[in-house]
């Protein structure tokens, strides 16, 4: 739990910006190491810079198929639930918001 806490700090802290400039750790990291990096870990990281942190609920679960996700910040907003699916030969999650799920 405690590592996940951590993860999640700095995934969290990555993605905020600071006074003055609006600048952020990710911005100077780059700019001052970012050349060590590989073309896919400077994409991972600039993603990681403009992501949003979000909570979600699971709202319903078909083992072994899919589980669907809400985000309770925007359900009273009519926003539809994300499906997520786990592709059982590699193991990766994907997503399709709003395909055919209701919240």
Same mark, same amino acid.
């Given at each position: 739990?405690?590592?996940?806490?951590?993860g999640?700090?700095?995934?969290?802290?990555?993605s905020?910006?600071?006074? #003055?400039g609006?600048?952020?750790?990710v911005? !100077?990291?780059?700019k $001052? &190491?970012?050349?060590?990096?590989? %073309?896919a870990g400077?994409?991972?990281?600039?993603?990681?810079?403009?992501?949003v942190?979000?909570?979600?609920?699971?709202?319903?679960?078909a #083992?072994?198929?899919?589980?669907?996700?809400? !985000?309770?910040?925007? $359900? &009273?907003r009519?926003h539809?639930c %994300?499906?997520?699916y786990r592709?059982?030969?590699?193991?990766q999650?994907?997503?399709?918001?709003?395909?055919?799920?209701?919240g």
């Amino acid at each position: 739990m405690r590592d996940m806490l951590f993860g999640l700090f700095i995934e969290d802290l990555a993605s905020r910006r600071f006074t #003055p400039g609006n600048r952020n750790i990710v911005d !100077d990291y780059l700019k $001052r &190491r970012g050349w060590r990096e590989s %073309v896919a870990g400077r994409r991972y990281l600039q993603q990681l810079r403009d992501s949003v942190l979000s909570l979600y609920e699971v709202v319903d679960v078909a #083992p072994g198929k899919h589980c669907d996700l809400s !985000d309770p910040g925007t $359900r &009273r907003r009519n926003h539809p639930c %994300v499906r997520a699916y786990r592709d059982p030969a590699t193991g990766q999650v994907g997503s399709h918001r709003g395909k055919g799920v209701k919240g």
